[in-house]
């Protein structure tokens, strides 16, 4: 069994910040990549960030500069800090990660997600 649980979501001011954190556990052999996407109400989920097992990381255009992605390998963690928060980031936040577990398979896995609103 492979859990991916999400935590720091909340309500934030347009300007402020908030640190999400993914956590993996279960049947892990190893995690080859940790990211993070969104579903706001009546749109698809996108990619928001994602970090190879290298460190390798790439980002959604309408974060480049405000959200920054890391990974803890040795905790199985994966943060993503987000700056300068704007309204249109409101929306649930899912953690996804790229696993080998123990019967062999290479899959992705989903956290339930975090719900980020951004209001004044």
């Known amino acids: 069994q492979v859990q991916l649980v999400e935590s720091g979501g909340g309500l934030v001011q347009p300007g402020g910040s908030l640190r999400l954190s993914c956590s993996a556990s279960g049947s892990i052999v190893s995690i080859e990549s940790m990211g993070w996407y969104r579903q706001a109400p009546g749109k698809q989920r996108e990619l928001v960030a994602v970090?190879?097992?290298?460190?390798?990381?790439n980002y959604a255009d309408s974060v480049k500069g405000r959200f920054t992605i890391s990974r803890d390998n040795a905790k199985n963690v994966a943060y993503l800090q987000m700056n300068s928060l704007k309204p249109e980031d409101t929306a649930v936040y899912y953690c996804n990660a790229y696993m080998r577990v123990l019967t062999g398979i290479l899959q992705f896995y989903w956290g339930q997600g975090t719900q980020v609103t951004v209001s004044s």
């Open positions: 970090i190879s097992r290298g460190d390798n990381t």
